[in-house]
């Protein structure tokens, strides 16, 4: 979608999903909201 159709002036809700393996081995799932 060209950023150009995207008006200035709309919230745009972007979650981000990420893994991460911590000391114990264990696989943590984080979540993050951008809004921009």
């Not at 060209?2 to 114990?24: H, W």
Request: glycine share 8%; charged share 15%.
């Amino acid at each position: 979608m060209p950023l150009g159709s995207i008006p200035s002036r709309q919230l745009r809700n972007v979650i981000l999903f990420f893994t991460e393996i911590d000391s114990n081995g264990d696989v943590q799932l984080y979540g993050i909201q951008l809004v921009y």
